[in-house]
């Protein structure tokens, strides 16, 4: 299946089918190996575009595979890729991967194991050398920073579980990932999640 048809179904279905795929940019080649799907729009409170668009969020509403990048907790950039529609607003969040090529570049004067350079969708961005500036640019017209090749099959490794660090709809099983690889990141429940689960059990 080609990389325009994935982007082009809803991020359930697209976020899986990225895994294993190389993702390139300013020198360095990443394996993905975790990624996170939110629906935008779509009924799903823990994306950015739940409420519509915004001009940070703009890029979300552009098409699949625009590139969403925000700034998280005042200090790091991650990274997204639209799927679907315009103006649906669905998206993938690049949450892990492997450095395969480019070391020298993804250090970018880190010293952090191998496995560690972009486990997190912050350390990802890093590594590739993503900021704002590649916000709202297409990794399907070959112009922007970020290129996407395919990878190899990944033979049923793939697993699914909770998304990572949300406090809304933070059951959905909307996180994805290589079942054994190192370079997947921890999973993480909000505690802001927790409390709102133990609230629903109380009433």
């Known amino acids: 299946m080609s990389l325009e048809h994935i982007l082009e179904g ?4 697209a976020a899986p089918a990225l895994l294993g795929r190389y993702i390139h940019a300013h020198g360095v080649t990443v394996r993905l190996t975790e990624v996170e799907a939110y629906a935008g729009t779509a009924g799903d409170p823990a994306s950015h575009a739940h409420r519509g668009p915004t001009p940070r969020n703009a890029s979300m509403f552009e098409g699949p595979g625009t590139l969403y990048v925000y700034f998280s907790y ?3 950039w991650c990274v997204n890729i639209t799927c679907g529609p315009v103006g649906v607003a669905s998206a993938v969040l690049l949450r892990a991967g492997q450095v395969v090529d480019g070391l020298e570049h993804a250090r970018r004067g880190r010293t952090i194991p191998l496995k560690d350079l972009a486990r ?3 350390r990802l961005a890093k590594s590739l050398g993503l900021d704002r500036t590649a916000d709202g640019t297409n990794l399907l017209d070959g112009n922007g920073p970020l290129t996407i090749v395919p990878g190899h099959d990944l033979g049923g490794r793939i697993r699914t579980g909770p ?4 406090s809304k709809e ?5 996180r994805f990932w290589i079942d054994g690889d190192p370079t997947v990141s921890p999973y993480r429940r909000s505690p802001r999640a927790v409390q709102i689960r133990n609230d629903a059990v109380r009433e």
């Open 170 to 174: 933070a059951d959905r099983p909307w």
């Open 120 to 122: 997190g969708p912050a």
């Open 10 to 13: 809803p991020p359930e279905e």
């Open 74 to 76: 005042g200090m790091h």
């Open 163 to 166: 998304r990572t660090g949300v």
